[in-house]
């Protein structure tokens, strides 16, 4: 069971105190079943939004006690921050705790030496700032978060939502990540200059674009993706759809922001991702039970999308946690059509390629769009 602790302490606005109770805390089965254990800790009646008064069990000294420290937004972090809230934090990162800020809870760990020497964000409004407050730190705000082993921080609001599934990610996959995100109606992924360990969450049938309308492909897409291994055309999802291939394609990219080709290549490679995690099939395995064809289509790809080859995400996912390669789980055998040709999606004629780069750091940054 991982131990978080959530500092609270006057003037911490709650829209950023509520995304860790939400994704670590008890209301959530997902948090329960990855084995997390969420505290509160505050002073005596510590004033939250300027409504709420936090009347919690546990005080700031506690925090020592945590796996992971859990800092939000001070109104008070950049001019004086609080002094008992500093000790604490420093005291828990001496000990051990992975400590995370969102927002100008990034000021807090600057002011407790957390900072130093590393690259930090917050809140574009304060980055100059950090900067100017504490010059030894490097501050980058045109990311989400960036993860630096054990101090992580995040920018504004809600990409403290980011930062919390990116902890998931890195505690317990990309699956229990998505199906968290997918929980919550939030997007397990925004796309930026760092590709994340994350699978894309279906479009359910109001998460059309805007103007677009309400739509009826959540049900085409789930079926799709139920059937990854098998081939299949523009032109066989518009017939499933009801609909002519050239309108088909235009209802898709209004509901989905892609085009069918894309949206079914992401997939596959998220589905990739998940047996890279839970199994230890080969990548030639793993290309077959995708859909993709070929194990060079599959790193090809695999790499474009993700950042690293997918032997490189294995290891990085297993070593990062200390584990042995999973055992290969039973599954039926795939369909016996082969993907060829330029018309099925996600085929595409193999390339030759270099053989696949050592493993690298998982991508700890997520950029904003």
Request: aromatic share 4%.
């Amino acid at each position: 069971m991982t131990s978080v602790a959530l500092a609270v302490v006057d003037g911490m606005p709650l829209f950023e105190l509520a995304i860790p109770c939400t994704i670590f805390g008890p209301g959530n089965p997902e948090a329960v079943g990855a084995g997390y254990e969420l505290t509160v800790c505050a002073p005596p009646g510590a004033m939250i939004g300027g409504w709420l008064r936090a009347e919690a069990p546990h005080r700031l000294e506690d925090l020592v006690k945590a796996d992971t420290v859990i800092v939000p937004a001070c109104d008070e972090a950049m001019d004086r921050p609080p002094t008992d809230l500093v000790e604490a934090v420093r005291a828990a990162h001496e000990r051990g705790a992975r400590v995370a800020s969102i927002c100008t809870g990034a000021f807090v760990l600057a002011a407790a030496g957390l900072l130093a020497g590393r690259r930090a964000t917050t809140h574009w409004m304060y980055a100059p700032r950090l900067a100017e407050s504490y010059p030894d730190v490097e501050v980058d705000s045109d990311v989400l978060y960036i993860d630096d082993g054990d101090v992580l921080t995040a920018a504004g609001q809600a990409a403290g939502i980011d930062l919390c599934l990116h902890m998931v990610r890195t505690d317990h996959g990309a699956a229990t990540a998505n199906r968290l995100a997918r929980r919550l109606v939030v997007a397990p992924h925004r796309a930026g200059g760092q590709a994340q360990f994350v699978a894309t969450p279906l479009p359910g049938p109001d998460d059309a674009a805007p103007g677009a309308g309400r739509h009826d492909l959540a049900g085409l897409l789930e079926r799709t993706l139920e059937r990854l291994d098998e081939p299949v055309t523009v032109a066989v999802l518009a017939r499933r759809a009801g609909m002519s291939p050239r309108h088909f394609t235009r209802r898709f990219a209004a509901v989905t922001g892609t085009s069918p080709l894309q949206w079914l290549l992401t997939q596959r490679v998220r589905r990739a991702q998940e047996l890279l995690e839970v199994t230890d099939d080969s990548v030639d395995r793993i290309a077959e039970r995708v859909g993709i064809g070929t194990p060079t289509t599959l790193r090809r790809h695999f790499h474009r999308i993700v950042g690293v080859s997918p032997i490189a995400y294995r290891r990085a996912f297993t070593e990062a946690r200390g584990l042995r390669p999973p055992t290969a789980q039973p599954t039926p055998p795939p369909s016996d059509a082969a993907v060829t040709g330029t018309t099925a999606l996600g085929a595409h004629t193999p390339a030759r390629t270099a053989p696949p780069p050592a493993a690298p750091t998982v991508p700890p940054t997520a950029r904003t769009p």
